[in-house]
């Protein structure tokens, strides 16, 4: 039986269009889902609807991981609940537009529209990861996290996210060399 996106597909269809501006000449046109990292307002059928899609998805596709790794501002709270639901631990990890001294280690990230700090921190050489995050865009921010993750001796053994946006999934896959999954694609 086919999975029903009923809740999420409606989200993603009415979601409002805003343009965001990195500085004054770099401008970028971002829908605003409401389980994205700009959204505000969900509603139970929606939280339910991908929480569970989420948590099924993972078993199906990523059977054996340690835990899941999630990125502020949008994959963690997805994180959060996939791993509740899976009874499995996470590890959220912490953006700022600061740069910190007490962590034990951070990486700057550039998007289309931002730039900012992710902030690696628990975690231990041999560890095998599950990465889950909101919306994949250009895929940027992931291959920022896998790249460290590579570094410090973590198995990325996927990723999974909500939406994905057009095909830069498929290069995203190809540079970091593991699967990548999602419930949805624009």
């Known amino acids: ?18 343009r965001i501006y990195k500085n004054k000449d770099t401008a970028y046109d971002f829908k605003l889902y409401p389980f994205g990292e700009r959204g505000t ?3 139970p059928e929606l ?3 991908i929480t569970h899609n989420l948590a099924d998805a993972v078993t199906e596709q990523f059977p054996d991981f340690d835990y899941i790794v999630s990125p502020e501002p949008g994959g963690h709270t997805w994180g959060m609940l996939a791993a509740y639901k899976l009874m499995k631990p996470m590890n959220i990890l912490r953006l ?9 280690v951070s990486v700057r990230r550039e998007t289309a529209y931002n730039e900012n700090y992710i902030y690696f921190d ?18 940027a921010t992931i291959r920022c996290i896998a790249a460290q993750l590579s570094v410090m001796g973590i198995e990325l053994v996927g990723v999974q996210a909500i939406l994905a ?22």
């Open 41 to 43: 307002y969900i509603a």
């Open 96 to 104: 700022s537009t600061e740069l910190y001294e007490n962590y034990e």
């Open 165 to 186: 946006k057009g095909e830069h999934y498929k290069q995203l896959e190809a540079d970091i060399g593991v699967p990548v999954r999602f419930l949805s694609q624009v």
């Open 122 to 139: 628990g975690f231990s050489a041999g560890d095998r990861v599950l990465l889950l995050d909101d919306v994949i865009s250009s895929g």
């Open 47 to 49: 939280i339910r609807e």
């Open 1 to 18: 039986m086919s999975p029903s996106y009923a809740s999420l597909s409606e989200s993603i269809r009415e979601a409002k269009n805003v």
